[in-house]
């Protein structure tokens, strides 16, 4: 069983940054496959970022590409996803969610075993 607790959310200014971090628990790690999604009010929920715990390999959406950076650290067992040039429409509820045993489709929702429950981020114009 794999935990996960994200936090950082909060409110900003168009153009700020923010980083947002998952706390990972559980689960057999160099396994593990943790991708950052959003959902905004009234739309799907959306792939951002995912990272492979063991190869450190990392897979970006294209809507977030050089402005979102996934990394991780392994010490503190937490992955991160840094927020640059942050827009209103980038307002929504950021999960981060983990795979177990998997390599392939960690920007597609459907793959993942376990979320967390969710940090809002608010981007005023």
């Known amino acids: 069983q794999v935990q996960l607790v994200e936090s950082g959310g909060g409110l900003v200014q168009a153009g700020g940054s923010l980083r947002l971090s998952c706390a990972v628990s559980?689960?057999?790690?160099?396994?593990?496959?943790i991708g950052w999604f959003r959902q905004a009010p009234g739309k799907e929920r959306e792939a951002l970022a995912a990272?492979?715990?063991?190869?450190?390999?990392?897979y970006y959406a294209d809507s977030v590409k050089g402005r979102f950076t996934i990394s991780k650290n392994n010490a503190k067992n937490t992955v991160y996803l840094q927020m640059n040039s942050l827009k209103p429409d980038d307002t929504a509820v950021y999960y981060c969610?983990?795979?177990?045993?998997?390599?392939?489709?960690?920007?597609?929702?459907?793959?993942?075993?376990?979320w967390g429950q969710g940090t809002q981020v608010t981007v005023s114009s």
């Open positions: 969610a983990a795979a177990e045993y998997k390599v392939a489709g960690l920007l597609m929702p459907g793959t993942y075993d376990y």
């Open positions: 559980g689960g057999t790690f160099s396994k593990l496959g």
């Open positions: 990272i492979h715990w063991g190869t450190g390999s990392t």
